[in-house]
T-cell receptor
Framework: GENVEQHPSTLSVQEGDSAVIKCTYS??????FPWYKQELGKRPQLIID?????GEKKDQRIAVTLNKTAKHFSLHITETQPEDSAVYFC??????????FGKGTRLSVIA | DAGVIQSPRHEVTEMGQEVTLRCKPI?????LFWYRQTMMRGLELLIY????????DSGMPEDRFSAKMPNASFSTLKIQPSEPRDSAVYFC????????????FGSGTRLTVV
């Protein structure tokens, strides 16, 4: 089955700097890659997703890139703000299988 | 829409007791998922339903765990008997249209078994 590895497990950045979180997946059939943000004590919430027919997608300060050949995808957050502090999860699905999540990255934005 | 609704938000129970977690998915969503979240193992899929039918329960850890979806607006996850290692946050999520679409999560139930 699918296996999703996520790095780093923790990340600290200065406010205003960029943050990058990377994930690799094992199933070459995977074609849907969402990212979730989970604030302390809250539910995971979808912030951006990408499908395998697209290489990059942006939404204001966040972007996701996908490299199908290498089987990895990344989340980029620019101009980080304290409210970006949270745990971020990547996930992957082959369409006929449910989402498999990475272990998460705890992002701390230091003011 | 009120989103995915889970109850209770917190549950503290003694080892050996039966625990029932409840979930109301978003109206019209045809997929329902139960995930368990722990620090060590992250978000693990326990079971999912499509149109109220259980499709894959391979993630259910033991026979002590069971899940039902008697209708499109209600699902339960039951643990009997509960054990301390079952302590975790249990999330219900629903989606519309398939497995490769965004899932909407409920607020979760934090279960503590003492």
């Amino acid at each position: 089955g699918e296996n999703v590895e996520q790095h780093p497990s923790t990340l600290s950045v200065q406010e205003g700097d960029s943050a990058v979180i990377k994930c690799t997946y094992s199933d070459s059939a995977s074609n849907y890659f969402p990212w979730y943000k989970q604030e302390l004590g809250k539910r995971p919430q979808l912030i951006i997703d990408i499908r395998s027919n697209v290489g990059e997608k942006k939404d204001q300060r966040i972007a996701v890139t996908l490299n199908k050949t290498a089987k990895h995808f990344s989340l980029h957050i620019t101009e980080t703000q304290p409210e970006d502090s949270a745990v971020y999860f990547c996930a992957a699905s082959a369409g006929n299988t449910p989402l498999v999540f990475g272990k998460g990255t705890r992002l701390s934005v230091i003011a | 829409d009120a989103g995915v609704i889970q109850s209770p938000r917190h549950e503290v129970t003694e080892m050996g007791q039966e625990v029932t977690l409840r979930c109301k998915p978003i109206s019209g969503h045809d997929y329902l998922f139960w995930y368990r979240q722990t620090m060590m193992r992250g978000l693990e899929l326990l079971i999912y339903f499509n149109n109220n039918v259980p499709i894959d329960d391979s993630g259910m850890p033991e026979d002590r765990f069971s899940a039902k979806m008697p209708n499109a607006s209600f699902s339960t996850l039951k643990i009997q008997p509960s054990e301390p290692r079952d302590s975790a946050v249990y999330f219900c999520a629903s989606s519309l249209g398939g497995l490769a679409y965004g899932y909407t999560f409920g607020s979760g139930t934090r279960l503590t078994v003492v």
